[in-house]
């Protein structure tokens, strides 16, 4: 999901994360990187936004409910990225949507900000 910078940037703060959070034998075949990989998405995607809540770039998801015309009950998440002088919203019809267009808008900002 990451590209550029961020993804090269991330993997370095990811690995020295689990290095000082995790016993270093936990880790027999492969690397701390091929783990991160194979973790199911949602799990990837908290990492990711811990390590932008490092730079700075800071990713948020709501959940807002309204009623339509005829009393039809309509859901949507809401992510939003907060960054000095940069707000924007993301909608999608599940949290999971949501929280990737604003992971994908937060790598943007980050290689923008990096080059």
């Known amino acids: 999901m990451l590209t550029g910078k961020a993804k090269e940037d991330f993997e370095k703060w990811y690995v020295t ?7 270093r034998g936990l880790l ?9 990989y194979k973790m199911p998405s ?5 990492f990711y936004i811990g390590f932008f809540d490092t730079t700075d770039i800071e990713i948020q998801i709501v959940y807002k409910s309204f009623w ?26 599940t949290r999971n949507e949501a929280r990737t267009k ?11 900000k990096t080059k």
């Open 17 to 23: 994360q689990i290095k000082r959070h995790l016993n």
């Open 28 to 36: 027999i075949n492969g690397t701390y990187l091929e783990f991160f």
């Open 42 to 46: 949602t799990i990837k995607d908290s």
């Open 68 to 93: 339509g015309e005829l009393e039809d009950r309509a859901a949507k998440f809401i992510s939003q990225i907060i960054y000095p002088n940069y707000i924007n919203q993301f909608e999608g019809r």
């Open 102 to 112: 604003a992971i994908e808008k937060a790598c943007e900002i980050y290689n923008e």
